[in-house]
């Protein structure tokens, strides 16, 4: 679950950044043998820019970064929005 917030740049572009919280399940193992297994609910944060046009259909581009207690997971982000 996440909470969205835009920035308009023009009519078309806008800046956005998203805060949340997502439940993980993870494990580890190296050969065989399990070295972590944690589950929680961690912290997830996403910034980019997105783009849309006049047919509704869009695309964003952005950072994130995702919490799971010993593990983070930081990334780029590419996507496509359809908005009918």
């Given at each position: 679950m996440a909470a969205k917030g835009q920035y308009?740049?023009?009519k078309r572009n806008r800046l956005?950044?998203?805060i949340g919280a997502q439940f993980y399940e993870y494990e580890i193992s190296q050969q065989g043998s399990k070295i972590v297994v944690?589950?929680?609910i961690g912290l997830f944060i996403e910034t980019g820019w997105q783009?849309?046009?006049d047919n509704?259909?869009?695309m964003n581009v952005g950072l994130q970064?995702?919490?799971m207690g010993d593990l983070d997971v930081a990334g780029e982000t590419v996507g496509k929005q359809c908005h009918f």
């Open positions: 308009i740049l023009t956005y950044g998203k944690e589950d929680g783009y849309r046009w509704g259909i869009g970064s995702i919490d």
